[in-house]
Nanobody
Framework: VQLQASGGGLVQPGGSLRLSCAAS????????IAWFRQGPGKAREGVSC??????YYADSVKGRFTVSRDSAKNTVYLQMNSLKIEDTGVYYC????????????????????????WGEGTLVTVSS
């Protein structure tokens, strides 16, 4: 069982990146998927989430980030547009039982303990 995040890099403010979260050994369709990030000197925070409940985005990324799923590739994507310097950080994907509320997963840091599998982080640096 493996979860691998990729796609990070260096981008200028206003630019775009697409992160991927690929799973092996299990189906992402059977799980909720959440994206988290940890900026320099900051606690890890929820970014976006998809499960059986409506997709949810943190206020800080709403309207700029979009999460999607490709079941054939067993991969979830995080499309990040209009990137800001404050989006800099290490981004992680994680799975959780899909009956949990995405809104709760993203807004309540304590619920990160519900995550079952974590991918290795991928670094996103937004800088001019």
């Amino acid at each position: 069982v493996q979860l691998q995040a990729s796609g990070g890099g260096l981008v200028q403010p206003g630019g775009s990146l697409r992160l991927s979260c690929a799973a092996s050994g299990f189906s992402l369709d059977d799980n909720g998927i959440a994206w988290f990030r940890q900026g320099p000197g900051k606690a890890r925070e929820g970014v976006s989430c998809m499960s059986l409940t409506p997709t949810y985005y943190a206020d800080s990324v709403k309207g700029r980030f979009t999460v999607s799923r490709d079941s054939a590739k067993n991969t979830v994507y995080l499309q990040m547009n209009s990137l800001k310097i404050e989006d800099t950080g290490v981004y992680y994907c994680a799975t959780f039982p899909n009956h949990y509320s995405c809104g709760s997963i993203i807004t309540r840091p304590g619920l990160q303990t519900l995550m079952e599998y974590w991918g290795e982080g991928t670094l996103v640096t937004v800088s001019s």
